[in-house]
């Protein structure tokens, strides 16, 4: 995929990774969002959600 990690370590327990550049980075955070989503609603069944973004998280709504 092209926005797969270009770079992954840790630092104590954080999970670090870094991405080519902010498309990349993006993409990758809104495919893991719908990941996330798609679970929890298999397992409740119904959510609720409330989104805010701002003009730094540009790449993460055009997926």
Same mark, same amino acid.
Do not use: T
């Given at each position: 995929?092209a926005?797969e990690?270009?770079?992954?370590?840790?630092?104590? !327990?954080?999970?670090?990774?870094?991405?080519?550049?902010?498309?990349?980075?993006?993409?990758?955070?809104?495919?893991?969002?719908?990941?996330?989503i798609a679970q929890?609603?298999?397992?409740?069944?119904?959510? !609720?959600?409330?989104?805010?973004s701002?003009?730094?998280?540009n790449?993460?709504?055009? !997926?």
């Amino acid at each position: 995929m092209a926005w797969e990690a270009w770079k992954l370590f840790a630092v104590e !327990r954080l999970k670090v990774q870094v991405f080519q550049d902010r498309a990349a980075l993006g993409q990758a955070a809104a495919a893991q969002a719908v990941r996330r989503i798609a679970q929890m609603q298999k397992e409740k069944g119904e959510l !609720r959600m409330i989104f805010a973004s701002a003009p730094s998280q540009n790449e993460f709504w055009r !997926r």
